[in-house]
Nanobody, 124 residues
Framework: QVQLVESGGGLVQAGDSLRLSCDAS????????MGWFRQCPGKGREFVAV????????YYADSVKGRFTISGDKDKITIYLQMNSLKPEDTAVYYC?????????????????WGQGTQVTVSS
């Protein structure tokens, strides 16, 4: 079992930056991926970014590419999401998730463990 706790959300203005953190506890295999998803009211969870420890590679949604950076510490099972140049459309609840295995996936149903989420609100 893996437990995930997100932190770092808040209310900011357009153009500002935020850094989200996700701390994991429990045990997992050596090959896993940790990712960030977000959900706006009335919509499904949307892929934002993922880091795969198997190959230490990263992937981003087109909507955040160049503005957001995912990083982390594999041994601590911790990841971060540095969000720069925030836009009102980035407003959402941001979730951290873990997928066990080597393959990188971008759909929320492919992930095995989820945090409770942290709210990010960007005002115009």
């Amino acid at each position: 079992q893996v437990q995930l706790v997100e932190s770092g959300g808040g209310l900011v203005q357009a153009g500002d930056s935020l850094r989200l953190s996700c701390d994991a506890s429990g045990r997992t295999s050596s090959d896993y991926a940790m990712g960030w998803f977000r959900q706006c009211p009335g919509k499904g969870r949307e892929f934002v970014a993922v880091i795969s420890w198997g190959g230490i590679t990263t992937y981003y949604a087109d909507s955040v590419k160049g503005r957001f950076t995912i990083s982390g510490d594999k041994d601590k099972i911790t990841i971060y999401l540095q969000m720069n140049s925030l836009k009102p459309e980035d407003t959402a609840v941001y979730y951290c998730a873990v997928r066990i295995g080597r393959a990188v996936r971008f759909e929320d149903y492919e992930y095995d463990y989820w945090g409770q989420g942290t709210q990010v609100t960007v005002s115009s």
